[in-house]
Structure formats: C-alpha cells, structure tokens
C-alpha cells in the first residue's frame, strides 16, 4: 500500500496469491515532500504488525514476513478464520468445508464496504450501519479448494482527515490448503508471463545501458521470472 489507487494495486496483488505466491500485505510513502503533498503526509499509509507480547526490530521483521499484518490509512481491522489469525495456514481434508470468519472494524471515518476477499472474489459482505465506522461480525464461509483470504474495508468517496483517495485497509491473508491441492490461477500466472515479456522486449530495445554485463544480467533476470509464471500457467 502506497500512493496509489489501492483497490486497483490490490487487484494486482489477489493475482500474484493467485498463483502461490504467499506476499504479505506492506505499505510505506516516499519522504519527498514536493510529491507528498499532493496526496497527503509520509506516513499517510502504515502497516500494522502483530509482534506479540515483545516489541523489538527483528520480532517486527519476522511477523512482516510471517504475514501478521494488516495495511491501512485509516481504518483498523481484526480477521480470524477457522479460530486461525492473520497469516497462518489452515489445512483442511479435501471435499467442503465451511469456515466462521470473524471480523472487527473500528475507523475513525466512516466506512462503505466491508468485504471478504477469497481468492480475488468478493465472497462475504459484512453489513454496516450507524455511523459505519464500527463493526462486529461471524459469518461462515464456504471452502472447497485451497487458497487464501482476506478482510478488506474502504469507503467510494475521499473523507476528512484522511489526505488520501479514500479510507482503504486490508489484512494480509490466511491461507487454506486442501488436500494436496495447489493455489494456481493459469490465467493471473499467463497474465505475468505476458507483462514480462512486454518489459523483456522493452529492454533488448533500450540503449542507456551503462555495460553490456548490466544488461545481460537484467535480460537473465526477466526470463527466470518469465520461466516460473510460464511453468505455472500450464
């Protein structure tokens, strides 16, 4: 999360854990003020990170990476699923399954839309109403096949104080595995492939270069990861 459209990067992010690759959600801004004050303060988007009782610099990087985490400009989130938190993985028999999801919001703006995300789909609305900046929740949520989830909340319109496009956050997910199934989207993973090719081609093309080393190192590095979402296309 950054100084961008949140809900569009999110949907780049739901297809990369599309195709198994277990990203935990971050955010940060640039400290350069000429830019920063066109969309609001550094520090405008934090995350949030579950440490435990202890609070020290490498609790803080293991929990961000251990996916323990939630993003936000505003409004704060709490998600369990199956009695699982934010970042675990819970592993299920194959066949159906319902898991409760609990939800907690608490925002100092209003809030529009409180949703489930699972496997890049809307899978649970959880109702607001009041003032909608709080809210409380179980809802069951059906499981058939590995992937993961995620609790999102946003508003459709910018709302004072947040100097941003509108109130955003989301956790990062919790991971199902079913059976031995995999999470693989072959659309998202030919998606990439493609974007990598555009970026590949694009370099062969450029002549700032500062070695040929430099650039054969950059062309190797674009088709390894062209490699693996082509591998995982299929």
């Not at 988007?45 to 939630?70: C, E, N, P, Q, Y």
């Not at 949703?115 to 809210?135: H, K, Q, W, Y």
């Not at 910018?158 to 989207?185: C, H, K, M, N, W």
Request: proline share 6%; with cysteine.
């Amino acid at each position: 999360m950054g100084y961008s459209d949140h809900r569009i990067t999110s949907e780049i992010w739901y297809r990369l854990l599309n195709c198994g690759f277990r990203l935990p959600a971050g955010a940060g801004t640039d400290a350069f003020p000429n830019f920063a004050s066109l969309r609001g303060p550094p520090g405008l988007v934090r995350v949030f990170v579950k440490t435990g009782a202890a609070l020290d610099h490498a609790r803080w990087l293991a929990a961000i990476k251990a996916g323990r985490t939630f993003v936000s400009n505003a409004p704060l989130l709490e998600f369990t699923l199956g009695g699982r938190d934010i970042g675990d993985e819970i592993r299920l028999p194959p066949g159906p399954h319902r898991l409760a999801a609990r939800v907690g919001l608490a925002s100092n703006v209003p809030v529009d839309h409180l949703e489930i995300i699972g496997n890049g789909a809307v899978v649970a609305t959880i109702p607001l109403s009041g003032d909608r900046t709080r809210a409380r929740d179980t809802v069951l949520i059906p499981v058939a096949r590995s992937g993961w989830y995620v609790l999102r909340a946003y508003s459709d319109r910018a709302e004072l104080p947040v100097l941003d496009l509108y109130p955003f956050a989301s956790t990062s997910p919790i991971y199902v595995q079913v059976g031995d199934q995999l999470v693989r989207s072959a659309t998202d993973a030919a998606l990439f492939a493609r974007w990598i090719a555009r970026l590949e081609a694009a370099a062969r093309a450029a002549t700032a270069w500062n070695t040929g080393e430099e650039r054969e190192e950059v062309l190797r590095r674009f088709g390894e990861a062209r490699s693996i979402f082509e591998a995982r296309a299929r």
